[in-house]
Protein backbone atom coordinates (compact mmCIF):
# COMPACT_ATOMS: atom_id res chain seq x y z
CA UNK A 1 0.00 0.00 0.00
CA UNK A 2 1.00 3.74 -0.26
CA UNK A 3 1.07 5.38 2.65
CA UNK A 4 2.13 9.63 3.38
CA UNK A 5 2.93 9.80 6.50
CA UNK A 6 2.43 13.94 7.42
CA UNK A 7 3.68 16.36 10.25
CA UNK A 8 1.15 19.07 10.64
CA UNK A 9 2.52 22.87 10.27
CA UNK A 10 2.71 24.95 12.93
CA UNK A 11 -0.44 27.60 13.37
CA UNK A 12 -0.77 30.57 13.50
CA UNK A 13 -1.24 31.59 16.25
CA UNK A 14 0.90 29.08 18.13
CA UNK A 15 3.86 30.99 19.60
CA UNK A 16 7.67 30.66 19.25
CA UNK A 17 10.09 27.19 19.07
CA UNK A 18 9.90 26.96 15.09
CA UNK A 19 11.93 29.99 15.16
CA UNK A 20 14.37 28.47 16.85
CA UNK A 21 14.01 25.21 16.77
CA UNK A 22 13.02 22.64 14.10
CA UNK A 23 13.53 18.55 15.17
CA UNK A 24 12.94 15.73 12.73
CA UNK A 25 9.38 14.31 12.82
CA UNK A 26 10.28 11.34 15.40
CA UNK A 27 6.98 10.00 15.88
CA UNK A 28 6.34 9.64 12.10
CA UNK A 29 9.50 7.90 11.81
CA UNK A 30 8.99 5.41 14.40
CA UNK A 31 6.12 4.41 13.12
CA UNK A 32 7.53 4.18 9.61
CA UNK A 33 9.88 1.77 11.02
CA UNK A 34 7.35 -0.94 10.67
CA UNK A 35 5.67 -0.03 7.89
CA UNK A 36 8.72 -0.92 5.29
CA UNK A 37 6.91 -3.31 3.37
CA UNK A 38 4.66 -0.33 2.07
CA UNK A 39 5.52 2.26 -0.42
CA UNK A 40 5.95 5.30 2.19
CA UNK A 41 6.70 9.05 1.97
CA UNK A 42 7.11 11.67 5.08
CA UNK A 43 6.32 14.89 4.17
CA UNK A 44 6.75 17.37 6.86
CA UNK A 45 5.27 20.72 6.70
CA UNK A 46 7.97 22.39 8.83
CA UNK A 47 10.47 22.57 6.64
CA UNK A 48 8.42 21.46 3.19
CA UNK A 49 6.26 22.87 0.89
CA UNK A 50 3.84 22.06 -1.45
CA UNK A 51 1.77 19.13 0.38
CA UNK A 52 -1.22 19.38 -2.15
CA UNK A 53 1.16 18.79 -4.87
CA UNK A 54 2.52 16.28 -3.78
CA UNK A 55 -0.52 14.48 -1.98
CA UNK A 56 -1.74 14.05 -5.95
CA UNK A 57 1.43 13.05 -7.10
CA UNK A 58 1.88 10.28 -4.80
CA UNK A 59 -1.78 9.20 -4.36
CA UNK A 60 -1.53 7.55 -1.07
CA UNK A 61 -3.91 4.70 -0.15
CA UNK A 62 -3.35 6.02 3.36
CA UNK A 63 -2.83 9.34 5.43
CA UNK A 64 -1.04 9.29 8.80
CA UNK A 65 -0.83 12.29 11.05
CA UNK A 66 0.04 12.81 14.42
CA UNK A 67 0.14 15.76 16.38
CA UNK A 68 0.37 17.80 20.07
CA UNK A 69 -2.95 19.80 21.19
CA UNK A 70 -1.85 22.68 19.34
CA UNK A 71 -2.00 20.86 16.15
CA UNK A 72 -5.62 19.74 16.43
CA UNK A 73 -7.23 21.98 13.77
CA UNK A 74 -3.76 21.31 11.51
CA UNK A 75 -4.52 17.93 11.37
CA UNK A 76 -8.25 18.30 10.44
CA UNK A 77 -7.27 20.88 7.29
CA UNK A 78 -5.17 18.27 6.24
CA UNK A 79 -7.84 15.30 6.27
CA UNK A 80 -10.72 17.46 5.33
CA UNK A 81 -8.35 18.47 1.95
CA UNK A 82 -7.68 14.57 1.83
CA UNK A 83 -11.10 13.46 1.91
CA UNK A 84 -11.95 16.51 -0.58
CA UNK A 85 -9.82 15.55 -3.23
CA UNK A 86 -10.09 11.21 -2.62
CA UNK A 87 -12.92 10.30 -0.24
CA UNK A 88 -11.76 6.72 -0.66
CA UNK A 89 -8.13 7.56 1.25
CA UNK A 90 -7.81 6.06 4.42
CA UNK A 91 -7.30 8.75 7.35
CA UNK A 92 -5.32 7.66 10.93
CA UNK A 93 -4.29 9.91 13.71
CA UNK A 94 -2.45 9.32 16.46
CA UNK A 95 0.12 10.64 19.24
CA UNK A 96 -0.56 12.20 22.49
CA UNK A 97 -3.15 14.47 21.99
CA UNK A 98 -4.84 11.75 20.04
CA UNK A 99 -4.12 9.55 22.82
CA UNK A 100 -5.59 11.86 25.66
CA UNK A 101 -8.13 13.21 24.29
CA UNK A 102 -9.54 11.25 20.81
CA UNK A 103 -12.71 13.03 21.28
CA UNK A 104 -11.42 16.14 19.70
CA UNK A 105 -10.83 14.31 16.39
CA UNK A 106 -14.47 12.57 16.13
CA UNK A 107 -14.65 14.58 12.96
CA UNK A 108 -16.16 14.20 9.25
CA UNK A 109 -12.72 13.79 7.96
CA UNK A 110 -10.95 11.10 10.73
CA UNK A 111 -11.17 7.57 10.01
CA UNK A 112 -9.13 5.80 12.49
CA UNK A 113 -7.72 6.96 15.78
CA UNK A 114 -4.66 5.02 16.95
CA UNK A 115 -4.69 5.46 21.16
CA UNK A 116 -1.27 4.54 22.48
CA UNK A 117 2.58 3.96 21.10
CA UNK A 118 1.61 3.55 16.77
CA UNK A 119 5.08 1.95 16.06
CA UNK A 120 3.06 -1.32 16.73
CA UNK A 121 -0.48 -0.44 16.33
CA UNK A 122 -0.29 0.78 12.86
CA UNK A 123 0.58 -2.07 10.82
CA UNK A 124 -2.27 -4.21 12.43
CA UNK A 125 -4.23 -1.04 11.43
CA UNK A 126 -2.92 -1.32 7.91
CA UNK A 127 -3.01 -4.65 7.79
CA UNK A 128 -6.90 -4.59 8.23
CA UNK A 129 -7.02 -2.29 5.84
CA UNK A 130 -5.19 -4.24 3.15
CA UNK A 131 -6.82 -7.10 3.86
CA UNK A 132 -10.38 -6.10 4.51
CA UNK A 133 -10.48 -8.07 7.64
CA UNK A 134 -12.12 -6.39 11.12
CA UNK A 135 -10.74 -3.46 12.78
CA UNK A 136 -12.51 -4.40 15.67
CA UNK A 137 -9.75 -7.57 15.86
CA UNK A 138 -7.40 -4.18 16.13
CA UNK A 139 -7.09 -3.01 19.81
CA UNK A 140 -6.14 0.31 21.04
CA UNK A 141 -8.05 2.18 18.52
CA UNK A 142 -10.88 4.44 18.02
CA UNK A 143 -13.34 4.89 15.11
CA UNK A 144 -15.28 8.08 14.79
CA UNK A 145 -18.65 7.47 13.78
CA UNK A 146 -20.64 10.67 13.90
CA UNK A 147 -19.72 14.05 14.77
CA UNK A 148 -18.16 14.09 18.74
CA UNK A 149 -18.66 10.15 18.59
CA UNK A 150 -16.45 6.92 18.62
CA UNK A 151 -15.90 3.43 19.18
CA UNK A 152 -13.22 1.81 21.14
CA UNK A 153 -11.88 -1.08 20.89
CA UNK A 154 -10.52 -2.97 23.27
CA UNK A 155 -7.71 -1.38 25.21
CA UNK A 156 -3.79 -2.07 25.05
CA UNK A 157 -0.85 -1.43 27.01
CA UNK A 158 0.54 1.75 26.15
CA UNK A 159 3.44 -0.07 24.22
CA UNK A 160 5.64 -3.54 24.72
CA UNK A 161 8.80 -3.57 25.61
CA UNK A 162 11.00 -0.56 23.75
CA UNK A 163 14.03 -2.72 23.57
CA UNK A 164 11.70 -4.43 21.07
CA UNK A 165 11.15 -1.57 19.26
CA UNK A 166 12.69 -0.92 16.00
CA UNK A 167 14.32 2.22 15.58
CA UNK A 168 12.92 5.25 13.95
CA UNK A 169 13.38 5.25 9.91
CA UNK A 170 14.82 8.41 9.62
CA UNK A 171 15.74 7.57 5.17
CA UNK A 172 12.72 8.95 4.74
CA UNK A 173 13.88 12.38 5.58
CA UNK A 174 17.85 12.15 5.40
CA UNK A 175 17.26 14.75 2.58
CA UNK A 176 16.28 17.22 5.07
CA UNK A 177 18.80 16.11 7.63
CA UNK A 178 20.35 19.95 7.40
CA UNK A 179 17.51 21.70 8.21
CA UNK A 180 16.83 20.07 11.77
CA UNK A 181 18.08 21.87 14.81
CA UNK A 182 17.90 23.15 18.21
CA UNK A 183 19.22 26.69 18.69
CA UNK A 184 22.70 26.21 18.22
CA UNK A 185 22.99 22.24 17.93
CA UNK A 186 22.97 22.05 14.20
CA UNK A 187 22.09 19.83 12.88
CA UNK A 188 20.55 17.55 15.16
CA UNK A 189 19.12 14.09 15.77
CA UNK A 190 16.65 12.89 17.83
CA UNK A 191 16.42 10.55 20.09
CA UNK A 192 13.80 8.48 23.14
CA UNK A 193 15.01 6.30 25.26
CA UNK A 194 12.42 6.63 27.74
CA UNK A 195 8.41 7.09 27.81
CA UNK A 196 6.79 8.73 30.54
CA UNK A 197 7.86 9.81 33.99
CA UNK A 198 8.37 8.79 37.24
CA UNK A 199 6.85 12.16 38.97
CA UNK A 200 3.52 13.30 38.92
CA UNK A 201 3.66 17.16 38.32
CA UNK A 202 0.00 18.41 38.44
CA UNK A 203 0.41 20.78 35.41
CA UNK A 204 1.89 17.96 33.35
CA UNK A 205 0.65 14.83 31.46
CA UNK A 206 4.00 12.74 30.35
CA UNK A 207 2.94 10.48 32.88
CA UNK A 208 -0.59 10.07 32.74
CA UNK A 209 -0.03 8.89 29.06
CA UNK A 210 1.80 5.91 30.31
CA UNK A 211 -0.85 5.56 33.03
CA UNK A 212 2.15 6.30 35.48
CA UNK A 213 4.82 3.34 34.00
CA UNK A 214 7.81 4.97 32.39
CA UNK A 215 9.12 2.48 29.41
CA UNK A 216 12.89 2.60 29.50
CA UNK A 217 15.38 1.72 26.64
CA UNK A 218 18.22 -0.62 28.02
CA UNK A 219 21.93 1.04 27.63
CA UNK A 220 22.81 -1.79 24.82
CA UNK A 221 20.13 -0.63 22.80
CA UNK A 222 20.62 2.69 23.02
CA UNK A 223 24.25 2.78 22.13
CA UNK A 224 22.64 0.50 19.16
CA UNK A 225 20.84 3.47 17.49
CA UNK A 226 23.56 6.15 18.05
CA UNK A 227 26.34 3.85 16.40
CA UNK A 228 23.25 4.36 13.06
CA UNK A 229 23.27 8.34 13.78
CA UNK A 230 25.20 10.42 11.45
CA UNK A 231 25.01 14.04 13.42
CA UNK A 232 27.41 14.68 16.36
CA UNK A 233 24.27 16.98 17.94
CA UNK A 234 22.28 14.46 19.55
CA UNK A 235 19.21 16.06 21.31
CA UNK A 236 17.62 13.46 24.21
CA UNK A 237 13.86 14.08 24.14
CA UNK A 238 12.56 12.21 27.27
CA UNK A 239 11.17 14.10 29.92
CA UNK A 240 13.76 12.50 32.08
CA UNK A 241 17.30 11.25 31.05
CA UNK A 242 19.78 12.39 33.91
CA UNK A 243 17.85 10.20 36.70
CA UNK A 244 19.03 6.26 36.58
CA UNK A 245 22.98 6.35 37.69
CA UNK A 246 23.49 2.74 36.94
CA UNK A 247 22.03 2.91 33.66
CA UNK A 248 24.00 6.34 32.76
CA UNK A 249 26.68 4.78 34.27
CA UNK A 250 26.79 1.45 32.30
CA UNK A 251 25.09 3.73 29.14
CA UNK A 252 28.79 6.02 29.45
CA UNK A 253 30.84 2.93 29.85
CA UNK A 254 29.18 1.66 26.53
CA UNK A 255 29.85 4.91 24.62
CA UNK A 256 33.49 4.90 25.51
CA UNK A 257 33.86 1.14 24.67
CA UNK A 258 32.34 1.96 20.84
CA UNK A 259 34.51 5.57 21.19
CA UNK A 260 31.76 7.39 20.30
CA UNK A 261 31.90 10.87 20.11
CA UNK A 262 29.01 12.91 20.43
CA UNK A 263 27.92 16.05 21.86
CA UNK A 264 23.90 15.63 23.87
CA UNK A 265 21.38 17.61 25.07
CA UNK A 266 19.15 16.47 27.46
CA UNK A 267 16.43 16.92 30.51
CA UNK A 268 17.25 16.52 34.21
CA UNK A 269 15.36 17.14 37.64
CA UNK A 270 17.26 19.83 39.36
CA UNK A 271 17.35 17.43 42.73
CA UNK A 272 19.45 14.54 40.53
CA UNK A 273 21.81 17.43 39.39
CA UNK A 274 22.50 18.73 42.77
CA UNK A 275 22.98 15.46 44.52
CA UNK A 276 24.86 13.87 41.40
CA UNK A 277 27.77 15.89 40.81
CA UNK A 278 29.72 13.09 39.82
CA UNK A 279 27.30 12.11 37.77
CA UNK A 280 27.60 15.24 35.72
CA UNK A 281 31.61 15.88 35.97
CA UNK A 282 31.41 12.62 34.00
CA UNK A 283 29.17 13.03 31.35
CA UNK A 284 30.59 16.47 30.52
CA UNK A 285 33.62 14.77 29.28
CA UNK A 286 31.58 12.88 27.28
CA UNK A 287 30.07 15.78 25.43
CA UNK A 288 27.42 16.66 27.09
CA UNK A 289 26.87 20.40 26.52
CA UNK A 290 23.44 21.51 27.68
CA UNK A 291 20.85 20.47 30.01
CA UNK A 292 17.42 20.92 30.17
CA UNK A 293 15.88 21.18 33.25
CA UNK A 294 12.11 22.42 34.94
CA UNK A 295 12.82 25.03 37.08
CA UNK A 296 9.09 25.81 36.96
CA UNK A 297 9.41 28.30 40.04
CA UNK A 298 11.37 30.70 42.68
CA UNK A 299 9.41 29.53 45.72
CA UNK A 300 8.61 26.62 47.39
CA UNK A 301 5.03 27.58 47.63
CA UNK A 302 4.97 27.45 44.13
CA UNK A 303 6.68 24.62 43.61
CA UNK A 304 4.25 22.39 46.36
CA UNK A 305 1.47 23.90 44.45
CA UNK A 306 2.67 21.95 41.22
CA UNK A 307 3.46 19.09 42.99
CA UNK A 308 6.97 19.33 41.78
CA UNK A 309 8.44 17.43 44.81
CA UNK A 310 11.54 19.22 45.14
CA UNK A 311 13.00 22.32 47.70
CA UNK A 312 13.79 25.91 45.68
CA UNK A 313 17.09 25.59 46.98
CA UNK A 314 17.66 22.30 44.73
CA UNK A 315 17.41 24.76 41.44
CA UNK A 316 20.43 26.90 42.60
CA UNK A 317 22.04 24.02 43.33
CA UNK A 318 21.77 22.50 40.11
CA UNK A 319 22.71 25.29 38.12
CA UNK A 320 25.87 25.90 40.05
CA UNK A 321 27.17 22.07 39.93
CA UNK A 322 26.24 22.84 35.91
CA UNK A 323 27.89 25.94 35.85
CA UNK A 324 31.31 24.77 37.73
CA UNK A 325 31.21 22.09 34.91
CA UNK A 326 30.81 24.14 31.66
CA UNK A 327 27.43 22.71 30.86
CA UNK A 328 24.64 25.35 29.81
CA UNK A 329 21.63 25.88 31.46
CA UNK A 330 18.36 25.63 29.42
CA UNK A 331 15.96 26.75 32.01
CA UNK A 332 11.77 26.59 32.13
CA UNK A 333 9.66 28.61 34.46
CA UNK A 334 6.53 29.12 34.86
CA UNK A 335 5.01 32.54 35.96
CA UNK A 336 0.99 31.89 37.44
CA UNK A 337 -1.34 34.16 35.93
CA UNK A 338 -1.65 36.10 39.09
CA UNK A 339 1.88 37.30 38.63
CA UNK A 340 2.32 40.79 39.34
CA UNK A 341 4.90 43.75 38.51
CA UNK A 342 6.72 42.49 42.05
CA UNK A 343 6.58 38.76 40.50
CA UNK A 344 8.30 39.71 37.39
CA UNK A 345 10.96 41.06 39.05
CA UNK A 346 11.45 38.71 41.31
CA UNK A 347 11.60 36.37 38.68
CA UNK A 348 14.28 38.38 36.28
CA UNK A 349 15.91 38.74 39.54
CA UNK A 350 16.36 34.75 39.88
CA UNK A 351 17.00 34.68 36.06
CA UNK A 352 20.06 37.53 36.86
CA UNK A 353 21.16 36.10 40.04
CA UNK A 354 22.04 32.75 38.71
CA UNK A 355 23.47 33.72 35.36
CA UNK A 356 20.73 31.94 33.28
CA UNK A 357 21.03 33.40 29.67
CA UNK A 358 18.67 30.59 28.11
CA UNK A 359 14.99 30.30 29.50
CA UNK A 360 11.57 28.64 28.13
CA UNK A 361 8.99 31.22 29.81
CA UNK A 362 6.01 29.08 29.81
CA UNK A 363 2.74 30.53 31.25
CA UNK A 364 0.87 28.30 33.21
CA UNK A 365 -1.20 26.79 30.89
CA UNK A 366 -4.14 24.15 32.07
CA UNK A 367 -3.77 21.07 29.22
CA UNK A 368 -6.36 18.05 28.85
CA UNK A 369 -4.98 15.42 30.16
CA UNK A 370 -3.26 16.94 33.00
CA UNK A 371 -3.81 16.13 36.68
CA UNK A 372 -4.47 20.14 37.33
CA UNK A 373 -6.60 20.15 34.10
CA UNK A 374 -10.59 19.97 35.74
CA UNK A 375 -9.25 22.27 38.65
CA UNK A 376 -8.85 25.17 35.86
CA UNK A 377 -10.95 23.72 32.90
CA UNK A 378 -13.60 26.40 34.20
CA UNK A 379 -11.36 29.51 34.26
CA UNK A 380 -10.05 29.09 30.58
CA UNK A 381 -10.62 32.60 28.74
CA UNK A 382 -10.91 30.86 25.10
CA UNK A 383 -13.04 27.74 23.97
CA UNK A 384 -11.16 24.38 24.22
CA UNK A 385 -11.31 23.94 20.76
CA UNK A 386 -8.99 27.06 20.05
CA UNK A 387 -6.16 24.30 19.99
CA UNK A 388 -3.26 26.57 18.37
CA UNK A 389 -3.64 29.00 21.87
CA UNK A 390 -3.10 26.04 23.92
CA UNK A 391 0.78 26.56 23.45
CA UNK A 392 2.94 27.07 26.60
CA UNK A 393 3.01 30.48 25.69
CA UNK A 394 -0.61 31.97 26.20
CA UNK A 395 -2.10 32.91 28.83
CA UNK A 396 -5.52 31.24 29.15
CA UNK A 397 -6.61 31.47 32.83
CA UNK A 398 -7.99 35.17 33.98
CA UNK A 399 -4.84 37.25 35.36
CA UNK A 400 -4.27 39.84 37.90
CA UNK A 401 -3.48 42.55 35.46
CA UNK A 402 -4.97 43.21 31.77
CA UNK A 403 -3.42 40.43 29.71
CA UNK A 404 -1.79 42.90 27.59
CA UNK A 405 0.05 44.02 30.37
CA UNK A 406 0.75 40.44 31.53
CA UNK A 407 2.15 39.82 28.31
CA UNK A 408 4.28 42.83 28.29
CA UNK A 409 6.07 42.15 31.05
CA UNK A 410 6.89 38.91 29.66
CA UNK A 411 8.42 40.31 26.75
CA UNK A 412 10.50 42.54 28.64
CA UNK A 413 11.57 39.65 30.62
CA UNK A 414 12.85 37.95 27.50
CA UNK A 415 14.24 40.43 26.07
CA UNK A 416 16.10 41.47 29.01
CA UNK A 417 17.61 37.64 29.08
CA UNK A 418 18.31 36.50 25.29
CA UNK A 419 19.08 39.99 23.85
CA UNK A 420 21.81 40.44 26.38
CA UNK A 421 24.90 39.89 24.35
CA UNK A 422 27.08 40.22 27.54
CA UNK A 423 25.12 37.71 29.42
CA UNK A 424 25.07 35.85 26.17
CA UNK A 425 29.10 35.89 26.12
CA UNK A 426 29.54 35.71 30.08
CA UNK A 427 26.80 32.88 31.28
CA UNK A 428 26.99 30.19 28.20
CA UNK A 429 29.97 27.45 27.65
CA UNK A 430 29.52 25.07 25.15
CA UNK A 431 26.29 26.50 22.85
CA UNK A 432 26.89 29.87 22.26
CA UNK A 433 28.83 30.66 18.70
CA UNK A 434 30.95 33.86 18.51
CA UNK A 435 29.08 37.13 17.50
CA UNK A 436 30.54 37.09 14.18
CA UNK A 437 29.05 34.17 12.84
CA UNK A 438 25.60 33.48 10.96
CA UNK A 439 24.18 30.65 13.59
CA UNK A 440 24.37 33.86 16.65
CA UNK A 441 22.52 35.87 14.01
CA UNK A 442 20.01 33.02 13.67
CA UNK A 443 19.13 32.58 17.18
CA UNK A 444 18.47 36.79 17.50
CA UNK A 445 16.60 36.63 14.41
CA UNK A 446 14.17 33.97 15.93
CA UNK A 447 13.96 35.31 19.17
CA UNK A 448 12.82 39.11 17.44
CA UNK A 449 10.06 36.67 15.49
CA UNK A 450 9.42 34.98 18.60
CA UNK A 451 8.96 38.72 20.41
CA UNK A 452 6.97 39.74 17.86
CA UNK A 453 4.68 37.66 18.78
CA UNK A 454 4.48 37.96 22.12
CA UNK A 455 3.96 41.79 21.13
CA UNK A 456 1.09 41.22 19.57
CA UNK A 457 -0.27 37.82 21.21
CA UNK A 458 -2.61 39.61 23.30
CA UNK A 459 -4.80 40.08 20.47
CA UNK A 460 -5.17 36.67 19.49
CA UNK A 461 -7.81 36.69 22.39
CA UNK A 462 -10.15 38.88 20.05
CA UNK A 463 -13.13 37.24 19.06
CA UNK A 464 -12.48 37.47 15.08
CA UNK A 465 -8.83 35.88 16.35
CA UNK A 466 -10.56 32.78 18.29
CA UNK A 467 -13.14 32.06 15.61
CA UNK A 468 -9.57 31.91 12.96
CA UNK A 469 -8.02 29.40 16.16
CA UNK A 470 -11.10 27.35 16.27
CA UNK A 471 -11.15 26.83 12.02
CA UNK A 472 -10.91 23.50 10.88
CA UNK A 473 -11.07 23.55 7.09
CA UNK A 474 -13.99 23.69 5.08
CA UNK A 475 -15.92 20.63 5.28
CA UNK A 476 -16.00 17.78 2.71
CA UNK A 477 -19.02 18.47 0.40
CA UNK A 478 -21.26 15.27 -0.05
CA UNK A 479 -19.45 13.30 2.19
CA UNK A 480 -21.06 11.28 4.77
CA UNK A 481 -20.19 9.09 8.02
CA UNK A 482 -21.44 6.71 6.29
CA UNK A 483 -19.00 6.93 3.45
CA UNK A 484 -16.56 5.07 5.26
CA UNK A 485 -17.68 2.17 6.37
CA UNK A 486 -18.58 1.08 2.69
CA UNK A 487 -14.69 -0.27 2.88
CA UNK A 488 -14.33 -3.91 3.43
CA UNK A 489 -12.44 -3.39 6.85
CA UNK A 490 -14.81 -0.96 8.29
CA UNK A 491 -17.94 -3.28 6.80
CA UNK A 492 -16.44 -6.12 8.80
CA UNK A 493 -15.88 -3.83 12.06
CA UNK A 494 -20.05 -3.30 11.57
CA UNK A 495 -21.16 -7.03 11.34
CA UNK A 496 -18.54 -8.32 13.64
CA UNK A 497 -19.24 -5.76 16.36
CA UNK A 498 -21.81 -6.69 19.12
CA UNK A 499 -21.51 -3.09 20.78
CA UNK A 500 -21.66 -1.01 17.37
CA UNK A 501 -24.09 1.99 18.70
CA UNK A 502 -27.18 1.77 16.84
CA UNK A 503 -26.05 5.29 15.21
CA UNK A 504 -23.72 3.45 13.27
CA UNK A 505 -24.56 3.13 9.52
CA UNK A 506 -25.69 -0.16 8.10
Known amino acids: MKILLVRPPVPKHTIGLKHIMICEPLELEYVAANLERHELMLFDHLVERGFKQRFLDFNPDVVVSSCYKTGTNEVLKIFRYVKSVKPDCITVVGGVHATLVPQDFADISVDIIGLGDGTMVMPEIIDAIEYGTSLTEVSG ?4 YGEGKLYSTKKRAYMPKPDDLPFPNRSLVSHLRHKYYYLMHRPVATMKTTWGCWYKCNFCFTWKITDGLPYSRS ?5 EELLTIESDEIYIVDDIFLINKSRLNELSRLIRKHNIKKNYLCYARADFVAENEDIIAHWAQLGLKAVFIGLEATTDEELDSMNKQLPAYCNIEAIKVLRKHEIDTYGSLIPGPDYTKADWRRLAKFINDNHLYYVNISPATPLPGAENYHEFKDQLTVPEDAHSLFDLSHQLSPTKV ?23 RVNTFRTLPSIWTRDYWRLILGALKIGRQFLFSYTHHSPKEIRRSRFKGPRPENLTFSDKFRHDAFKAFIHSSEKVPSEVPM
Open 141 to 144: IAIP
Open 219 to 223: PQSIV
Open 402 to 424: SLKAYYWELLKLYAQTTLNMRSA
